[in-house]
């Protein structure tokens, strides 16, 4: 470890420390019940940096439902895919909408604000289905993640999805909405299935982290992203990546990041540092309250900030 390494990682002992102490958890994300069964105080948290190296602390070997962290990996594959032509059907606006709200979908013509909104998201997974079944879109999102991680070691949490699937009736209204607006071209049912399964990926901070290197554009990362495609992704993390809370983090944390109701947080200092935390509890957007805290204690300790 370099002089600074070791900085940083005395920093990040003393953050598990203060985040325990403080005990303010929020609340777990109970409209999925396997999630609502989840003990909200624990966290974890680990940085990959430019060199290879990665920093951890407190519960960073601990797997967790990425959830709508997931995202931004089917952003990724969507993006390769077919690039500039997914704009078509969906926007690049933060909504100031709850992620599952269907608000604005009537008054947009079925259009969804943007991609990481669940409206959005339904979208994405609908063009990853393109002529694919439901398994081989799966397949490809899990193939793009252990590729950016480098591990092959990430799976799907099956019972999380099948408990997804018994309580999701605002994603089944969104996808039968999206359906009659003409902007959903796979079957409802297989769209859905496709996106709770995707929102069930497990895996544990250091997997996260490693994995959101291919975003930070940093140089140890496997190049499976160009560096447009990487402006872009963190474009839409800084502007909707917290739902209705994206400019509250753009101001405390200053960095695109993106949020599940697991209590994921995937941050992105880009060229610098890919950062994972994890801690259930969430706040009253769904963004994880004690993640928030710890992404702007880094931010504060570090200088890190697209703003200067
Ligand atoms: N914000 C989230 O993480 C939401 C994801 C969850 N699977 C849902 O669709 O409701």
Same mark, same amino acid.
């Given at each position: 470890?370099?002089?600074?390494?070791?900085?940083?990682?005395?920093?990040?002992?003393?953050?598990?420390?203060?985040?325990?102490?403080?005990?303010?958890?929020?609340?777990?994300?109970?409209?999925?019940?396997?999630?609502?069964?989840?003990?909200?105080?624990?966290?974890?948290?680990?940085?990959?940096?430019?060199?290879?190296?990665?920093?951890?602390?407190?519960?960073?070997?601990?797997?967790?439902?990425?959830?709508?962290?997931?995202?931004?990996?089917?952003?990724?594959?969507?993006?390769g895919r077919i690039g500039e032509q997914?704009?078509?059907?969906?926007?690049?606006?933060?909504?100031?909408?709850?992620?599952?709200?269907?608000?604005?979908?009537?008054?947009?013509?079925?259009?969804?604000?943007?991609?990481?909104?669940?409206?959005?998201?339904?979208?994405?997974?609908?063009?990853?289905?393109?002529?694919?079944?439901?398994?081989?879109?799966?397949?490809?999102?899990?193939?793009?993640?252990?590729?950016?991680?480098?591990?092959?070691?990430?799976?799907?949490?099956?019972?999380?999805?099948?408990?997804?699937?018994?309580?999701?009736?605002?994603?089944?209204?969104?996808?039968?909405?999206?359906?009659?607006?003409?902007?959903?071209?796979?079957?409802?049912?297989?769209?859905?299935?496709?996106?709770?399964?995707?929102?069930?990926?497990?895996?544990?901070?250091?997997?996260?982290?490693?994995?959101?290197? @291919? %975003? +930070?554009?940093?140089?140890?990362?496997? /190049?499976?992203? $160009? *560096?447009?495609?990487?402006?872009?992704? #963190?474009?839409?993390?800084?502007?909707?990546?917290?739902?209705?809370?994206?400019?509250?983090?753009?101001?405390?944390?200053?960095?695109?990041?993106?949020?599940?109701?697991?209590?994921?947080?995937? @941050? %992105? +200092?880009?060229?610098?540092?890919?950062? /994972?935390?994890? $801690? *259930?509890?969430?706040?009253?957007?769904? #963004?994880?309250r004690m993640g928030t805290l710890a992404?702007?204690?880094?931010?504060?300790?570090?200088?890190?900030?697209?703003?200067?």
């Amino acid at each position: 470890m370099t002089r600074d390494h070791m900085t940083l990682d005395q920093f990040l002992q003393d953050l598990d420390r203060d985040i325990r102490a403080k005990g303010d958890w929020g609340e777990v994300a109970d409209y999925i019940p396997e999630l609502g069964r989840i003990d909200p105080a624990q966290f974890g948290m680990a940085i990959a940096l430019a060199d290879g190296q990665v920093l951890t602390a407190g519960q960073a070997g601990h797997r967790f439902s990425i959830q709508s962290v997931s995202k931004v990996f089917a952003l990724a594959c969507v993006l390769g895919r077919i690039g500039e032509q997914l704009w078509r059907r969906v926007g690049r606006e933060p909504s100031g909408d709850r992620f599952d709200s269907i608000l604005l979908l009537e008054q947009e013509k079925g259009r969804p604000r943007n991609p990481f909104i669940n409206a959005g998201a339904l979208v994405v997974t609908d063009e990853l289905l393109t002529g694919r079944s439901p398994r081989q879109a799966l397949a490809e999102i899990l193939a793009f993640v252990r590729a950016a991680a480098e591990d092959d070691d990430i799976h799907i949490d099956k019972a999380v999805a099948r408990s997804e699937a018994r309580t999701g009736h605002r994603n089944t209204a969104l996808v039968h909405y999206l359906r009659s607006f003409g902007n959903l071209k796979a079957p409802p049912d297989h769209v859905l299935g496709t996106y709770i399964h995707q929102c069930a990926i497990e895996m544990n901070c250091v997997q996260l982290a490693r994995a959101g290197r @291919v %975003i +930070a554009g940093l140089d140890c990362a496997p /190049a499976l992203l $160009s *560096p447009v495609k990487q402006r872009r992704i #963190n474009a839409m993390m800084m502007t909707c990546g917290q739902y209705d809370g994206s400019g509250n983090f753009a101001f405390r944390v200053g960095m695109p990041a993106k949020s599940g109701v697991g209590g994921g947080l995937l @941050v %992105i +200092a880009p060229g610098k540092a890919s950062i /994972a935390i994890w $801690s *259930p509890g969430l706040d009253g957007w769904g #963004n994880s309250r004690m993640g928030t805290l710890a992404a702007e204690r880094l931010a504060e300790f570090t200088g890190w900030s697209v703003f200067g």
